[in-house]
């Protein structure tokens, strides 16, 4: 005869062999039992659990089971750690690379060489110190809006532009005025560039050489460093047109005046005496080549006097004086 013992084992045995249920109890650290559980096992299930279970909580002496509800609820608060844990890491990236970047503008970015590029009489010590560029000075500070106005006070440079090679050099683009034309106001004699600028200011009523002498412009203000203002803004495009022509052809020094008075019958004076009409400021390079052209012609004939008509270019006329 068995044993109980073994009776009821083997009885055990016999009802798990059926493989349709399985029963778990649990018991706390009282040795009370807190909830059993019935798992539905698919009928094709090995050896190995094919299906998940719930997630279990280990409390104070029991196991205690998560609704799905919970289970939701507790990924989503892994989830939002997860966040918090990323943005703490990208914040920390952002305030070391600030200070990366604060660090190599304080020790790195500095100034230390300026090269000024388009001077002839001014040396570039001279510009660096008018457009007020110091070694030491932060690179990415320095803006050529700040550095024009610094020039603008030396009224003989030009500023062109500026180009920054990082980390610590500048160039600086500049030209320099020069004077080209002279005009006589109120017993004072002034120097004006091809821009319109007044570079000099002279007590004297000679005029200077190799330089043409601007008449009939009718002056309102004339001040040294200032732009020449008058009543008429047409002769003054007049003028720039003319004495950007003249210089761009090299011819400036043979022209000793330039009358402004009439804008549809402009007329130069030549330093031999040969006065050329050009009508009004239209085609201007085209009139100015054939005066080149034609005055070296009347030169070979000898012809030092007289009114050469160069208002239609390529048909120029020339009338002896009578």
Do not use: C
Not at 101 to 117: A, D, E, S
Not at 142 to 156: A, F, G, M, P, V
Not at 204 to 211: E, G, I, K
Request: charged content about 25%; hydrophobic content about 35%; proline content about 3%.
């Amino acid at each position: 005869m068995k044993k109980p013992e073994e009776q009821a084992r083997e009885e055990l045995d016999q009802f798990e062999a059926y493989g349709e249920y399985s029963y778990a109890y649990r018991h706390g650290t009282d040795g009370k039992k807190h909830r059993n559980r019935r798992a539905e096992q698919p009928e094709d299930a090995d050896d190995t659990e094919a299906y998940s279970q719930p997630m279990e909580e280990e409390y104070e002496g029991e196991t205690a089971y998560l609704s799905p509800e919970e289970e939701l609820e507790a990924a989503r608060e892994k989830a939002r750690k997860r966040s918090r844990s990323v943005v703490n890491r990208l914040i920390f990236l952002l305030v070391l690379s600030v200070g990366a970047i604060i660090l190599l503008q304080g020790m790195v970015f500095r100034l230390k060489t300026v090269y000024v590029i388009g001077n002839v009489n001014r040396t570039a010590q001279e510009v660096t110190a008018a457009s007020g560029l110091v070694k030491g000075l932060n690179i990415f500070s320095i803006s050529s809006e700040e550095i024009e106005k610094n020039l603008s006070s030396d009224h003989t440079i030009h500023f062109l532009g500026m180009q920054k090679d990082y980390p610590s050099t500048v160039y600086l683009y500049i030209a320099e005025r020069e004077a080209v034309a002279s005009i006589q106001w109120l017993g004072l004699l002034y120097t004006l560039d091809n821009a319109g600028m007044v570079m000099e200011e002279y007590n004297t009523m000679s005029l200077p050489p190799n330089m043409p002498s601007v008449t009939g412009l009718q002056v309102t203000s004339i001040h040294v460093g200032q732009k020449l203002e008058t009543r008429s803004a047409e002769q003054l495009n007049a003028y720039f047109d003319i004495i950007g022509e003249l210089g761009l052809q090299y011819y400036r020094n043979q022209i000793q005046e330039i009358n402004l008075s009439d804008l549809d019958n402009l007329y130069l004076l030549t330093n031999t005496g040969i006065s050329v009409r050009l009508g009004n400021r239209q085609y201007m390079r085209a009139k100015i080549g054939a005066l080149r052209t034609d005055i070296a012609y009347l030169q070979q004939l000898g012809k030092t006097s007289g009114i050469l008509d160069v208002s239609i270019p390529e048909d120029a006329k020339y009338r002896p004086e009578s």
